[in-house]
Each structure stands twice: as C-alpha cells, then as structure tokens.
C-alpha cells in the first residue's frame, strides 16, 4: 500500500508541477532567510560590544535582522498559497475517485458495509492524504534544509565538538521516535477501529430511530453504544501513555543536547576562543535544530496516523466487483432493447452458496405485455427484479432481453432500458424538479414539466411555496406516500423506458391512494413490456400473465380467470385478502365517526394553548365554512393536526402569528397550519409519517402548499358526504310536503290514517352509491342503510357498469347516488351517459330509468347547474342535512312503501 500511495502522491506532485516547483523555491527562500537571522544577531551583539565604533553599522544590521526575520514568515505564507490548490486538488480528487469506487461496487458489497463507517473511512483517509502531502514537501524537506545549513555553518566556524553533540542528540532522538511510535501505531489502530464501530451504530441507530421508540429501545441502544465507547476510552488511554512515554523521552533527549552544546560554549567563551556574539549564536542554531527534531517527531507520528487512515480508504479503491455482476466483461456489448421481450430461462441463485433463494424459474414476458408476480414474503419476487437489473448474477441459467445475455452487455446500457417505480420511492434532499429528473440529466425544465402532468403531480406543485424549485427535505419527508410514488411514475414517463418494473409500487399506501396511483401505474404501463411484483392481488388482476411464486419457484401460472379456476395457491391467497379487506373494512366503519371540522379546529386551537403561552405566538383560526365535516377517529385527527401545528410554533419567533384556517377546497376539505414565513417548519421524519397515515387511514394526506404567499402544511380531508343524524324524524309529514302527497292531510283524514313517525322512511329504496372515497360509501352505507334502504356501493364508474352488466333492468337499483368527482378516467357525468346508453339500447321506457342524484364537494352554482343539465334530478352539496338527502331520494324515486304498515295509500 505504501509504494501505491507513494505513486499516487507524485502522480499528484508531477500534476502540479509548476505550483509545486515555485512552493518548494519560496520554502528554500524561507528557510534560508530564517537560518541567517542569527548570523546578524551575532554581529550585531559583536558590534555593540565595541562601543568605540560608529553606531550606523549596528542600525542597518538591526533592519536586516528585522527584514530577514519578516522574510521568513511572508515567504512561509505564500508557500501555502501557492501549495493550496495541490493540496485540494488532490484531496477531491481521490474524495471523487473513492465515492465513485463505492458506487461501483455492487449489491454483494453494500448488503455487508457499514454506512457510519464508510463515510469516516472516506473522511479520515481524505484527510490523510492532505497530511502527507503537505508533510512530504513543506515539513520534512524544510526540516532537513534547516538542519543541513546550521550544520554546515557550525562545522566551518567552530570545532567538531559541537558537530558531535548535535549528531548524538539526532541518532537519539530518532531511534526514541521510531521504536515508541511503531509501538503506538498498534494502539491507534485500534482505536481507529473502535471510533468506525462507534460511528457505525450511531448512524444505524439514527436511521432506524422510528424502530427504536417502537420498541422503547432507547436504553438498549445506549447500552450498545456504550460497549464500544468503553473500549475506545480505555484504547485511547493506552493510546495516550504511549504518546506521553514518547514525548517524554524526546524532550529529554532535546534537552540533553542543548546542554551539552551550551555547556561546551560557555567553555569556548570563558577561554576566549567564542565571543558572546558566538554564545547567542550557538543558543539560537541549537533551539532552532531542535525545533525541526520536534517537527520531525510531531510529523512521524501523525505520519503513521495519517498511513493507518488511508489504509482504509486504499482498501475501498482496492476492493474488486465480481465480473459479469459488478463489472462488465471485456467485450460487453450495449443493449439493444427493440421490444423489450425479457426470458429467465432455468435460473437458480442465493445470496449466498448455502441459501439458495430461486430454484429453476423460467418465464417469458412479452413485449408490450404485463406480467405480474404474486406470493408471500421470501418467495423470491424482489429478487427477480435485482437479477434483471444486473445487481446480482444468477447461479447458473440466463436471464436475456430481446435475445441477450445480460452478462454479456454494459450496465449503463441495461439500466437506461429498464424503468422502475420501487415500493418505497425514497427522495433526495433536494427540489422536487431535481428528483423527478433524476436520472435523465438531460431533461429540459419542460421536459420535467409535461412528466408532472402526465403523472397528475402538476396541481399540487404549483400550491407548493416555490413550486418545482421546493426542497422535498431529508429522504422526501416532506412529501406524502402518495406524492413521492408519482414523483417515481414522473422519473419513469421521462425516462421513457422500454421496459418499467412496478416493484410493490402501492403497498405501502392506503387503499384509496393506491386506487389513484394504480391509474396512473396502468397509463405508464401501456405499450410497455411490464413486470409487477405485488402483494395485494387485486392490482393485477388485469395483468396479461401472473406468475405464483412459493419458497423460490414458480408454483402456479395463468391468468387471473384460469388460476381461480385452479382453486389452488392463487385462490387460497385471493380467499384470504378478500377475507382481511373485510375485516378491515369493518374496523374502519367501527373506529370511523362524524367529525365536525368547525369544532375540531377550534379543539386544537385550545389544545396549543400552552405552548402558544411559552413562546408568545398569537395563534387565529379562520374558518370559512363551518358546515365542512369528515370521517374519522377524532381524537386522533386532532392529535395529527396538533403535532404539525407544534413544530411551527417552536420555530417561530415571539409575536408572529399562525393561522389555523379550514376551507373547502375543490372537492375536499382543507385543513392548514399557516406560518408567518415563506419557509416550512423542520417536521421530523417521525412526525411527517405518523400524521400522514393518520390522514390516510381515513382517505387524507398531508401536503405542501403556499397560502397568501406563506409556507403552510395542509391536511387535505374528504368531506362527509352527510351530516349527523337528527333524532328520529316524522317523515311522512316533515319529509314530504303536502303538495308532494296523492291525498291532502287535513282535520277530515281519519285518525286511523294519520301519518305516524317511520324510522326506516326509505324502506323498499334500493340504492346504488358510487363515491371513489371508501370512507364516504361507509357513512352512506351506514347511514341510509339504518332508514330502511338497500345499498349498493361501487367506487369507480368501471365497478358501476360491471356491476349494472351482470344484471338484467329489472334488478338495477331505482336509484343512482354518485359522487361528481372520480379518481378514475370517468367522473359522475360519464357514468350518467353510460347508464342511459344501455338503457337506451335496452329499449328501457323513460319513465322505468334509473333516477340519479348528484353529490359535488363544491359549492358554487355552476356545479349544480351542469350536474341539472346532464340529467340529474338533484345535486347535493357535501356535506349534504340527511334530512335534505333521504327527501330527495324519496322525491326522485319511484313509488315505494315508505309509510308505515296499517296505512294503505289511497287509490287516485
């Protein structure tokens, strides 16, 4: 190692050689200068001791001494001016040269690093490397330039005696040095190590912060850290004594000498062979000899240090990658991706030779087809997306695109064919217009732009306080699971890949974002060769292959229709999550109450009172409609709002004010915290990620927005599609009005045909509610379900027609209550006209169609007049009275007994 650092050094030197050439000349100068200072201060001693003599001689010998004095230190100075670009140039140069080492290292050697301890690795070599390059030059060479000239000036102008005391006191010095610091270096490096462990598990610790408090391991994780810690502090005790033995001995030995010297010319003075001028002369060249002696020890130690640092950086830039996996072979070729047609024929492979992971699979996606892998965990479906992207190699058996070998082609060239939108998209601390170009470096900001639209990210950035130029933070923090998914689906429509894997693209979101998500996944996915490795099975039920993964092989194949058929593998998991989905869907309706956003905003107001107390911030509510409702756990809800609303108030100022504002926004409820800046609150990854899966678990998110030119956290809610139900309601004689009945009620009605209170008034109502938030067709569900009317649910208007198909007219629902606003390519006017088309091809008179029922989340006009005019009988505003909802529902719907038994309705 040491000869390749030495290469590498003068590769460095002979790079520079200019700089370095007029550095060591100014260092020559320097030193010079320095060494002829006491040879002026010798005459003028000499002079002063003739006072007979004129007095101008001793001021011009007292400038130059000042001269020579200033010299020294100003040439020093501009040596390390003219030195410093060597020396930085260098430094980044191998900084660069091992960072690009690490990224060229594959899959095998990053499963095993240590991330802490890598980058002090990097660090600490990097620094070595500017310590022994300025060492080699401007401190040993200096030294020995020095020592070299007062030498030669003591042997021509007194006897050998002194030559001799200085020569024993150098052999001495550097036998002390040399013995007591080879037997330091082992102690250092093992220090070294032990300041690597110590690095590591911090590092490991802090990333995996969520996981500790999850599991109260905060004590457990001081108690590791502290194993380390107490061998380092007893290391660097060892460590210590031995620096200390060695600098006591050198400073013995020093002084031993400068006595000696000094004793020998006090000797030569008192006889008359020195002069006083000669005494002072010699004081100052024996200080300054050991003044280099002290340099020389300082620098052989911190040199072996600074060895022991690069050996570790030199081991990174030696480690060698596995040819075929890590580093291309000699005659790779580039891909040449036309179709994208992918085969894995007979391939087995383990991470390690005695845990083999995937056992004889073969398959065959074909281009422009989708095919989906499907099994439990540790079936091996991950690891055929790391195979196809070359982080590993197979076993034995090939993987191949359009008829290649994936060993035999370039990396680079493979992974520019190949897209990918991975489960869990994890973000660079920067702009979001740099993180969706990433990996495209060529991409124009319009470029960046029209991928945004295309992955419907457009609205939401422009609410964002600097639109694209918005630093998502630490990891995409910041940002919702939602939002960094179609920053991935961004990245990959500008990539334009022929080939996109979907690897868990939607686990790790809530059902509705992922329902979103999903539509965007299939828009990108078209004309593409496709692979989507998934958990939940209903997202590939559409895919044209699906593949059944168990302990590494392929067990089942088939379509979605044909492996049901089966009954096997495919079915029993399809069973199980139909199964789990209601379960969950039941605890959701459960654990789901009415939140009335008014009161729960002015609850969270009150909540912040102590902490608004403490920090002297004036905090306002504004509230734009009070009617605004969601569904939702309420106390958690306010929790979530509370914790964000925290983080601004402990970043804010004394006397600034924050806003708490609820407004409708569109179709949805806007609940914000509003700063009194531009800049955003530092929201720890923790609390970004527990308030988002509580809006979540009720159909929110947590976003991003600018409000009247200030930051602001917002979290975007579903509206209820109801309010609260009153006490139970007379709806034969409040629901309906006198003009809206077949007979009048007055005093003639008998008694016995009076009407009476009716708790299920929409009995013999059979309704079909179509709403793409889950969280409304519960309530829905719930709600008219509870008066009496048979619910039919369907969150999209693809649910809607199946389920219209697969019955004949006469078994539809009388009655269509949907949402205007859907997150599928249809909205509540085409699933309208797609109704009336069948009906019309049905042949279904005008007075037997289906009645429908608009529900919009705005509120102006507009909306309801164009819900009117496509031919709804009624449009409600969520969140709608229930009393208004279930009159317009019976207003619209066909004759049905919806008073109670005992009363007969009248014949006309």
């Known amino acids: 190692?040491?000869?390749?650092?030495?290469?590498?050094?003068?590769?460095?030197?002979?790079?520079?050689?200019?700089?370095?050439?007029?550095?060591?000349?100014?260092?020559?100068?320097?030193?010079?200068?320095?060494?002829?200072?006491?040879?002026?201060?010798?005459?003028?001693?000499?002079?002063?001791?003739?006072?007979?003599?004129?007095?101008?001689?001793?001021?011009?010998?007292?400038?130059?001494?000042?001269?020579?004095?200033?010299?020294?230190?100003?040439?020093?100075?501009?040596r390390d001016v003219v030195f410093s670009i060597v020396t930085q140039r260098t430094v980044a140069a191998f900084t660069s040269r091992t960072f690009t080492r690490l990224h060229a290292l594959g899959a095998r050697f990053h499963a095993k690093r240590e991330t802490g301890a890598i980058v002090r690795d990097v660090q600490k070599g990097s620094d070595g490397i500017a310590f022994l390059l300025g060492v080699a030059l401007f401190t040993i060479l200096p030294a020995l330039v020095e020592i070299g000239s007062i030498v030669v000036i003591m042997a021509s102008n007194y006897t050998m005696g002194f030559i001799a005391a200085i020569f024993a006191t150098f052999v001495s010095y550097g036998l002390w040095t040399n013995i007591f610091t080879r037997r330091r270096m082992l102690v250092q490096r093992e220090v070294n190590s032990l300041e690597s462990q110590s690095d590591s598990r911090i590092v490991d610790s802090l990333l995996n912060h969520d996981t500790v408090k999850y599991f109260a391991s905060e004590d457990t994780e001081t108690a590791r850290l502290n194993q380390v810690l107490e061998k380092w502090v007893d290391a660097r005790q060892r460590n210590q004594r031995a620096l200390t033995t060695l600098h006591v001995g050198q400073s013995a030995i020093i002084a031993a000498g400068i006595t000696a010297v000094m004793l020998l010319a006090v000797q030569h003075v008192a006889v008359g062979r020195m002069t006083v001028g000669d005494l002072v002369l010699v004081n100052a060249y024996i200080l300054q000899v050991c003044m280099p002696l002290n340099t020389l020890g300082f620098v052989f130690r911190e040199t072996n240090d600074a060895i022991v640092n690069v050996e570790r950086m030199f081991a990174i830039l030696r480690a060698e990658g596995k040819p075929g996996e890590d580093v291309d072979q000699p005659d790779a070729q580039p891909l040449r991706a036309a179709t994208g047609d992918i085969v894995f024929d007979h391939v087995h492979f383990g991470y390690e030779p005695t845990r083999p992971i995937l056992h004889d699979v073969s398959f065959r996606a074909y281009s422009g087809k989708t095919i989906a892998v499907v099994g439990g965990s540790g079936s091996g479906k991950s690891t055929l997306v790391k195979l196809l992207f070359r982080l590993y190699e197979p076993s034995s058996g090939t993987v191949s695109i359009d008829g290649q070998d994936l060993r035999e082609v370039t990396q680079r060239s493979l992974r520019q064919a190949i897209g990918i939108v991975p489960q869990d998209t994890i973000l660079f601390n920067d702009t979001i217009a740099y993180n969706i170009a990433y990996g495209t470096p060529s991409a124009t900001r319009a470029d960046v732009v029209r991928a945004a639209r295309a992955a419907q990210l457009d609205e939401f950035i422009e609410r964002l306080p600097d639109h694209y130029d918005t630093r998502v933070g630490e990891r995409g923090v910041r940002l919702s699971g939602g939002e960094r998914q179609r920053i991935a689906i961004a990245r990959a429509i500008l990539k334009d890949p022929r080939v996109i894997v979907f690897d868990e693209a939607t686990s790790a979101l809530d059902t509705r974002s992922e329902r979103a998500i999903q539509n965007e996944l299939h828009r990108l996915a078209h004309g593409r060769?496709?692979?989507?490795?998934?958990?939940?099975?209903?997202?590939?039920?559409?895919?044209?292959?699906?593949?059944?993964?168990?302990?590494?092989?392929?067990?089942?194949?088939?379509?979605?229709?044909?492996?049901?058929?089966?009954?096997?593998?495919?079915?029993?998991?399809?069973?199980?999550?139909?199964?789990?989905?209601?379960?969950?869907?039941?605890?959701?309706?459960?654990?789901?109450?009415?939140?009335?956003?008014?009161?729960l905003t002015h609850g969270v107001a009150e909540v912040l009172q102590e902490q608004l107390a403490d920090r002297h911030v004036d905090?306002?509510?504004?509230?734009?409609?009070?009617?605004?409702?969601?569904?939702?756990?309420?106390?958690?809800?306010?929790?979530?709002?509370?914790?964000?609303?925290?983080?601004?108030?402990?970043?804010?100022?004394?006397?600034?004010?924050?806003?708490?504002?609820?407004?409708?926004?569109?179709?949805?409820?806007?609940?914000?915290?509003?700063?009194?800046?531009?800049?955003?609150?530092?929201?720890?990854?923790?609390?970004?990620?527990?308030?988002?899966?509580?809006?979540?678990?009720?159909?929110?998110?947590?976003?991003?927005?600018?409000?009247?030119?200030?930051?602001?956290?917002?979290?975007?809610?579903?509206?209820?599609?109801?309010?609260?139900?009153?006490?139970p309601v007379d709806m034969a004689a409040s629901a309906l009005s006198e003009s809206e009945l077949d007979f009048p009620l007055d005093d003639s009605t008998p008694a016995a045909a009076a009407p009476v209170v009716n708790r299920e008034p929409l009995r013999g109502c059979s309704l079909l509610i179509v709403d793409d938030e889950e969280e409304s067709r519960d309530a829905l569900e719930l709600l008219l379900g509870d008066f009496g009317a048979d619910v039919h649910l369907a969150a999209s208007s693809r649910e809607t027609l199946d389920f219209l198909d697969a019955r004949p007219h006469s078994k539809w629902p009388t009655t269509l209550l949907c949402d205007i606003m859907l997150d599928d390519d249809a909205d509540g006017y085409d699933v309208l006209r797609e109704i009336r088309e069948r009906e019309t091809a049905l042949g279904v008179p005008r007075e037997d169609r289906m009645q429908a029922i608009a529900m919009t989340g705005f509120a102006d006009a507009d909306h309801h007049e164009r819900a009117l005019v496509a031919g709804f009988k009624a449009s409600l505003t969520k969140p709608a009275p229930l009393e208004r909802m279930i009159e317009e529902i019976l207003r619209t719907t066909p004759p049905s007994p919806y008073f109670t038994e005992g009363r007969a309705r009248p014949s006309s």
């Open 1 to 78: 190692m040491n000869r390749e650092l030495l290469r590498d050094l003068w590769d460095a030197i002979w790079k520079f050689r200019f700089q370095t050439l007029t550095a060591t000349a100014l260092m020559v100068a320097a030193k010079l200068a320095g060494v002829s200072v006491p040879l002026v201060l010798r005459s003028v001693i000499d002079d002063l001791a003739h006072p007979a003599q004129l007095a101008l001689f001793p001021v011009f010998l007292v400038l130059a001494y000042a001269l020579l004095r200033f010299l020294s230190d100003a040439l020093s100075e501009a």
């Open 529 to 599: 060769t496709s692979i989507v490795i998934a958990h939940r099975l209903s997202t590939v039920v559409d895919a044209d292959w699906i593949l059944v993964m168990e302990h590494g092989r392929v067990v089942e194949q088939g379509t979605h229709d044909e492996l049901i058929a089966q009954g096997g593998v495919y079915t029993q998991m399809w069973t199980l999550q139909r199964q789990q989905g209601e379960l969950e869907h039941t605890q959701r309706k459960l654990s789901g109450e009415a939140v009335a956003l008014d009161e």
């Open 619 to 727: 905090l306002h509510t504004v509230v734009t409609d009070p009617e605004l409702g969601t569904t939702a756990n309420r106390a958690d809800l306010r929790d979530a709002i509370a914790t964000i609303a925290r983080s601004e108030i402990m970043q804010a100022s004394p006397g600034d004010r924050i806003e708490l504002r609820l407004e409708r926004q569109d179709n949805k409820a806007l609940l914000s915290i509003v700063g009194s800046g531009t800049e955003l609150p530092r929201l720890s990854a923790k609390a970004a990620d527990d308030a988002q899966a509580t809006l979540a678990a009720f159909g929110g998110s947590l976003t991003l927005m600018q409000i009247d030119g200030r930051a602001a956290y917002a979290a975007v809610l579903p509206l209820r599609p109801v309010m609260d139900p009153p006490p």
